[in-house]
């Protein structure tokens, strides 16, 4: 890939992703230059209290973002490519994606506690936050600065958000292993124990609406069947569930083409499942990588990032099972990326 995140610096070469070589990877052609599908962008971060921008086919670090006195929690990309969304300990930040810009054009410290998801509405009228404060909250974006708009209280700490591609319904997870559909249209709720005795640390939904899923910490995937059409998400009717992984579960996402349902955890591996039947499709596992906390599919559903303790955000090819790139440079921990190949413009 030849061309930069705008406004953003050429980093040194990354070895490690010159020994890997540089293959196509999402959003390249095979000359190296972007894509017609538009700018692509994967940003990365941690506990080193960074977030770094990459170039996709290389690994080089393209720029660095500092996100003082809080580790990051989760990122998020707009769907236009413009904003980036961090949060952490009692922070929610935004960052210009495509300016020089390196403060956050949005600083929001009123919050209380570690702020765990975020995500945006697809045309970016609002975004939304979810957090150990047990609430959820829907920000109107309007203004570019954040003025929240309506709460949900879920009564525990909450891990994990995901809207519902109808942009109608967020489901959340919390600790005390409550599953949450919240319509926002009707600000009505239902809730879902998929397992007694644990916390519910990802949910996902897949790109149709057909199927919901989530990821405890004992390492157990469940997987709902939900309605189709205009029929409420609520009616949603648990379907199946396997032991996913021996340790404690982090993250569960759907392929964008439905096809796999990638799972990570403590044990040091990401897996992938058939949606239909919770068959197994492969591991992705790179020996000393940790924990695996976060992942994300490329636009055509070929690729996996995954981000882990090691310090280290890897590119997997699903085709061939193996490491196509490595991006080297935070000092700690990483637990959380962003990745979008495919903007709303």
């Known amino acids: 890939m030849s061309a930069p995140v705008p406004g953003g610096r050429r980093g040194s070469a990354n070895p490690a992703a010159k020994a890997l070589g540089n293959q196509p990877a999402p959003g390249q052609d095979l000359n190296g230059g972007m894509s017609p599908s538009g700018q692509v962008i994967l940003a990365t971060a941690g ?3 960074t977030i770094k921008f990459w170039e996709v086919g ?4 393209l720029k660095t973002l500092q996100h003082a006195d809080s580790q990051v929690n989760a990122l998020e990309i707009s769907p236009d490519g413009q904003l980036l969304a961090a949060c952490g300990y009692q922070h929610i930040r935004m960052f210009d994606v495509l300016g020089t810009n390196p403060n956050p054009v949005v600083n929001y410290e009123g919050v209380s506690k570690n702020v765990m998801d975020v995500g945006f509405q697809e045309e970016c009228k609002w975004m939304y936050t979810a957090g150990e404060d047990g609430t959820v909250k829907i920000w109107d974006l309007g203004m570019r600065n954040l003025s ?8 525990a700490p909450v891990n994990s958000a995901v809207l519902h591609p109808n942009q109608q319904d967020l489901i959340l997870g919390d600790q005390n292993g409550v599953v949450h559909v919240w319509n926002l249209r009707s600000d009505q709720s239902e809730q879902y124990i998929p397992q007694a005795g644990c916390s519910v640390q990802s ?3 897949d790109s149709q609406g057909l199927h919901m899923a989530c990821v405890t910490n004992q390492g157990t995937l469940h997987v709902w ?11 949603a009717e648990q379907r199946q569930k396997i032991t996913a992984h021996k340790r404690y579960g982090l993250k569960c996402k759907f392929s964008p083409d439905s096809s ?12 992938l499942w058939r949606p239909k039947d919770l068959t197994h499709i492969t591991d992705l596992h790179k020996s000393g ?6 992942m994300a599919f490329s636009n ?37 990326l962003a990745f979008r190949d495919r903007l709303v413009t």
Request: proline share 2%.
């Open 203 to 205: 949910v996902a939904v």
């Open 225 to 235: 069947d939900l309605p189709s059409g205009e029929k409420n998400p609520a009616l």
């Open 300 to 336: 055509d559903s070929q690729y996996l990032f995954t981000a882990s303790s090691d310090c280290i955000a890897r590119l997997w090819s699903l085709a061939k099972n193996e490491v196509k790139c490595e991006y080297v440079g935070h000092s700690k921990a990483l637990t959380c």
């Open 289 to 294: 990588q940790r924990w695996v906390w976060d």
């Open 260 to 271: 796999a349902l990638a799972t990570s955890s403590a044990d040091q591996s990401t897996k």
């Open 58 to 61: 290389t690994g080089q670090c």
């Open 47 to 49: 506990y080193d209290h």
């Open 148 to 155: 929240c708009q309506r709460i949900y209280d879920a009564h």
